[in-house]
């Protein structure tokens, strides 16, 4: 948690191809400059170790809305709009040709990349370029959340823990600003997407879901089980030799409401994604949909957890055994493989468990069961702890499941997504556009994408001398002697 999203990539374009501004000559120069510098830092990006990919994101954050200045301003352009106050004129001249490499879409061929896409169209091109942003403000969110969850180092102090949470709900809340705009946005075209990744239902998918995150958020800010759970398993914590770990007392009743609140935007999220219908590239990603169904189950499972907490809070341990078997049976398992013992089921899980570890240690796809683990650690640390105080001093009677699934209330919301603020480009910027360009624009055609570099690469030869490999390559350039 959050969901890890592929930032996309793009081939190379040219403005000037395609526009002209009598108003603001050197716009479509500038425009492909920053398009350009976009461009550059997803490659960059893409050819990045999973470690040190975190680190790059506020550079792409703010190419992007550096190139999307521009990018309205031609848009606006189009329709003589105003900026500023400076009337802008832009001319399309011919259909521009794009291409961008969709991020949650489906592979018709499984194992390979995804295939590139063409739009014909500065919409689309806009389109592709904001969702990248929503993507690149999840991204951002996970990079801050994930100390929590590493166990090899110490323990994070509640203020840094805080602190994380709280950076990782804005970035949160900006994706999904973004995204609710985006689909605000598609509303109003009568065209049908050329890809599922920027289709109307997926962007109001995806703002549904980054709204979902961030109030699950709102709750691990203030839930101490997974805190103390982790500290149980790290290794480097000393903590235990002098003082038990403290959960205080917990607003348990509302923490629930909140978390069926999340459950219902992921359930709205996963619907709008299971709208978009179709085979191989026409489909949205699998990992995405199931995190969408694992993300719905956490929450209800977490919700239950709560009411349970709520129940022994008043005594009522019978009742509280009862939410924990019902947050066992929203994740999908059963009482007999909750129950401590060998068995596969048991051998199985301890073994998923390893290898989540494996992959938050070396920050690579963790998460991606969208904190079930988590959730069934912290539930079954609770369903021992209560049965022991049930079976040896109340002995109370735990109510069937099904009762009190159907008693559960509907969920409360914390947040709400705020209007998106677009970049726009200062009077000082505009006014300075009204030059003829000192140079031609040659951001397009001549610049090979990601994919024909790759292919084009010729590394040293087997048992060549370094620096001599020019001199085993033929004529063609395309093979070797």
Wanted: proline share 6%; aromatic share 8%; with cysteine.
């Amino acid at each position: 948690m959050p969901f890890q999203f592929t930032l996309p990539t793009t081939s190379a374009f040219s403005f000037s191809s395609s526009f002209t501004s009598e108003s603001h000559p050197s716009l479509p120069l500038n425009a492909s400059t920053h398009r350009g510098v976009v461009r550059d830092g997803l490659k960059k990006y893409k050819r990045l170790p999973p470690s040190s990919q975190g680190q790059h994101l506020p550079s792409i954050i703010s190419n992007i809305n550096a190139y999307l200045a521009y990018a309205f301003a031609i848009d606006a352009g189009l329709s003589r709009a105003s900026l500023q106050g400076e009337e802008i004129s832009v001319v399309l001249t011919s259909t521009p040709t794009i291409e961008w490499r969709p991020a949650i879409s489906g592979n018709a061929v499984p194992g390979r990349e995804t295939p590139r896409i063409r739009i014909q169209s500065l919409e689309y091109d806009i389109f592709f370029a904001l969702s990248t942003l929503g993507y690149a403000y999840t991204l951002r969110a996970r990079a801050s959340l994930h100390p929590l969850y590493v166990t090899s180092g110490a323990p994070m102090s509640p203020q840094d823990r805080t602190t994380a949470i709280t950076t990782a709900t804005k970035h949160l809340l900006d994706a999904a600003s973004v995204h609710d705009y985006l689909a605000r946005r598609a509303e109003a075209l009568s065209t049908a997407s050329p890809c599922p990744d920027i289709a109307q239902s997926t962007v109001r998918a995806m703002a549904s879901l980054a709204l979902a995150e961030a109030t699950l958020l709102a709750v691990l800010k203030d839930d101490p089980y997974p805190a103390v759970v982790a500290q149980d398993r790290n290794d480097n914590d000393r903590e235990w030799m002098y003082k038990a770990p403290e959960i205080p007392k917990v607003r348990a009743h509302l923490f629930a409401r909140l978390c069926l609140a999340a459950a219902d935007h992921a359930a709205q999220a996963s619907s709008l994604c299971e709208a978009v219908k179709g085979k191989g590239s026409s489909k949205l990603n699998d990992d995405l949909l199931r995190y969408l169904d694992d993300f719905r189950k956490t929450s209800r499972a977490k919700a239950c957890r709560f009411f349970g907490i709520d129940a022994e809070l008043s005594g009522q341990t019978g009742n509280a055994l009862g939410w924990l078997r019902c947050g066992f049976q929203e994740l999908g398992i059963e009482l007999k493989e909750a129950k401590k013992g060998l068995s596969l089921s048991r051998m199985k899980k301890d073994w998923s468990e390893r290898r989540e570890d494996k992959k938050i240690e070396r920050g690579t796809n963790w998460g991606s069961e969208a904190g079930k683990l988590e959730e069934t650690r912290v539930i079954e640390m609770l369903e021992t702890k209560w049965t022991k105080v049930n079976d040896t001093m109340l002995t109370q009677t735990i109510p069937p499941i099904t009762t009190m699934l159907s008693s559960l209330p509907s969920g409360r919301d914390i947040h709400s997504i705020k209007p998106y603020q677009m970049p726009e480009l200062s009077k000082q910027t505009l006014e300075s556009m009204r030059v003829v360009p000192d140079r031609a624009d040659d951001y397009g055609g001549e610049q090979l994408s990601s994919d024909d570099e790759d292919r084009t690469a010729v590394g040293t030869p087997v048992g060549a001398f370094p620096g001599t490999s020019e001199n085993y390559r033929s004529e063609s350039t395309r093979s070797y002697y």
